[in-house]
Nanobody, 119 residues
Framework: QVQLVESGGGSVQAGGSLNLSCAAS?????MAWFRQIPGKEREGIGC???????VYSDSVKGRFTISKDNAEKTLSLQMNSLKPEDTAIYYC????????????????WGQGTQVTVSS
């Protein structure tokens, strides 16, 4: 069992920044960030896999940065140049054998943190 807790969400104006954190009970497994808008399918943001390889979705490339501190067991998401369309609940996840950023590869999930971007 892996326990995950997200934090750092909030409300910002367009163009602003937020940094999200995910505290994990273990930092051994691949981890990922996802987001979900009500009524829409869960969207992958990016993931960090074994060997430290990081993959991003096209929608956030150049604006969001994922990093992981294995010693501290923390996954971070730095979000810059935020847009209203970034408004969503953001989730972190861990997968014992994940090899990509697809949500069905992940076994354990946090409860999410709300990000709201106003215009």
């Amino acid at each position: 069992q892996v326990q995950l807790v997200e934090s750092g969400g909030g409300s910002v104006q367009a163009g602003g920044s937020l940094n999200l954190s995910c505290a994990a009970s273990t930092g051994v497994y691949p981890m990922a960030w996802f987001r979900q808008i009500p009524g829409k399918e869960r969207e992958g943001i990016g993931c960090i896999l074994f060997h430290g390889d990081i993959v991003y979705s096209d929608s956030v490339k150049g604006r969001f940065t994922i990093s992981k501190d294995n010693a501290e067991k923390t996954l971070s998401l730095q979000m810059n140049s935020l847009k209203p369309e970034d408004t969503a609940i953001y989730y972190c996840a861990a997968g014992w054998a994940a090899s990509n950023c697809q949500h069905d590869q992940y076994n354990w999930w946090g409860q999410g943190t709300q990000v709201t971007v106003s215009s």
